[in-house]
């Protein structure tokens, strides 16, 4: 092997998040002298998640089939489609374990300086599920920030004809958070969605 | 090394790397000015950088014509109109015209005063939207293009002012109109600066300030077209006050 194919891969490694050059040549060294139990065990594992990945026709989360094994589990079709803005979290909300349902990943929001639009954004598939699958409730999921929040009630304009009940996750103090050291507009947040005891 | 402090509102927020942010914001005596913000990508720092926070800022750089370095301390959030529809919207029209329209590093500090005091009445529905259209006046004179809404183009007279000039952006009145009113953009009074609006008058007026952000402005800046926020804020006024 040459020195050439190493410094690519130290260059392509390098290039993920988190690694810089100098995290990747370790990263690959390390490759190098677990050869066995790491480093072929994991290039067999990039190369079938290379040639299957795709995303699912249904809801745009990452698979290895055309439905994802969310949307091809009947035992989620409970009604509630939970909107995120991209795959990060759609997992995020999957490691927490508390939703039962179904989600619809968005691929971003609108964003005004970027000039992305609704249709640059899968809101027409979500619309067409709330006909196609039997929606009770759509979540939405989203960031607390300006585009995310202006994404959100665009979301919920569009689908207020399909008679769906819409709702958004709360925004307020988070757990082992205390006051003192919070910022004003989650405290103001946090005041709006207080909850009577 | 280079430095200056000011108050500013944050009008734009972009990932640099993996730690980092670009943060523009509209300054006083700086106008609208961007920075690099170490750790400004990080979970501590996001909830300040948001659209619309009035904040503390000090710039850092060793040449004049250098990005440079801000810090960045809270002053007042504005997370507060996050979960209204319309103020949202008019939040992300102001941010988004601001980086749209100003150039870089020329003092503004009218439209700065303006913007903080429409920035701050956005949690009250009854008196925002007029101040939009207003400060939507404002954008368009500052930058230049400027209406004049003092006398009919065609006769002098201040009286019975009813229309606008697509063309000249100059008032028209009503009897000059004449046949040619129908071709004209309507001139409501609160854009005169009388009373209270109507529903029907602060449409009119976003008609006629869109029709020369988008004929005069947009065209002076290379053509772009204008931040489709502006178009999402009037769709919704048009469904909520039309």
């Known amino acids: ?197 | 090394m280079l430095e200056w402090r000011d108050e500013g509102v944050i009008l734009a927020v972009r990932r640099h790397g993996e730690s980092a942010a670009i943060v523009e914001a509209l300054t006083p005596s700086r106008g609208r000015h961007a920075g690099v913000v170490r750790g400004g990508g990080g979970r501590r720092m996001a909830p300040i950088l948001q659209p619309g926070s009035q904040v503390a800022l000090a710039w850092r750089a060793r040449l004049e014509d250098h990005l440079g370095a801000f810090t960045v301390e809270p002053v007042r959030s504005r997370a507060g109109v996050l979960d209204d529809p319309l103020a949202a919207a008019g939040l992300a029209a102001v941010t988004a015209l601001l980086v749209f329209a100003l150039p870089e590093r020329e003092a503004q500090p009218d439209l700065y005063a303006r913007t903080v005091a429409l920035l701050d009445l956005l949690e009250d529905e009854s008196a925002w939207p007029l101040a939009y259209l207003r400060w939507e006046m404002a954008l368009l004179n500052d930058t230049g293009f400027g209406l004049d809404l003092t006398a009919c183009a065609v006769t002098g007279s201040a009286e019975d002012l009813a229309h606008v000039s697509p063309r000249t952006g100059r008032a028209v009145g009503r009897a000059a109109a004449g046949e040619w009113a129908d071709r004209l953009l309507p001139l409501p009074p609160c854009l005169l600066g009388q009373g209270p609006a109507s529903a029907a008058e602060l449409l009119d007026g976003l008609t006629v300030t869109g029709h020369f952000l988008d004929r005069w402005l947009a065209p002076a800046l290379g053509d772009r077209p204008l931040p489709p926020a502006r178009a999402r804020l009037v769709a919704r006024m048009r469904r909520r006050f039309g």
Not at chain 1, 28 to 50: D, F, N, S, T, Y
Not at chain 1, 54 to 77: F, K, L, M, S, Y
């Open chain 1, 1 to 197: 092997m040459s020195a050439d194919r190493l410094e690519e891969l130290i260059a392509l490694m390098a290039r993920l998040p988190g690694l810089g050059p100098r995290s990747a040549r370790r990263a690959v060294l390390h490759l190098i002298k677990k050869r066995g139990q790491l480093m072929a065990p994991l290039a067999q594992a990039l190369a079938e998640v290379a040639a299957s990945a795709r995303d699912c026709v249904v809801c745009g989360n990452v698979g290895t089939q055309d439905r994802c094994e969310i949307c091809a589990d009947p035992r989620r079709a409970t009604g509630e489609i939970c909107v995120v803005e991209d795959v990060a979290d759609l997992w995020a909300m999957e490691r927490a374990g508390v939703f039962k349902g179904r989600y619809h990943v968005l691929g971003g929001t609108l964003s005004a300086l970027d000039a992305v639009g609704p249709e640059d954004l899968r809101i027409p598939q979500l619309i067409a599920r709330l006909g196609e699958e039997e929606v009770t409730e759509v979540i939405l999921a989203l960031g607390a920030t300006l585009d995310g929040q202006t994404t959100g009630h665009y979301i919920a304009d569009e689908i207020a004809a399909a008679g769906v009940a819409v709702s958004s996750l709360a925004q307020g103090v988070p757990v082992g958070g205390e006051l003192d050291y919070l910022d004003d507009g989650t405290i103001t947040a946090a005041l709006k969605a207080r909850k009577r005891l």
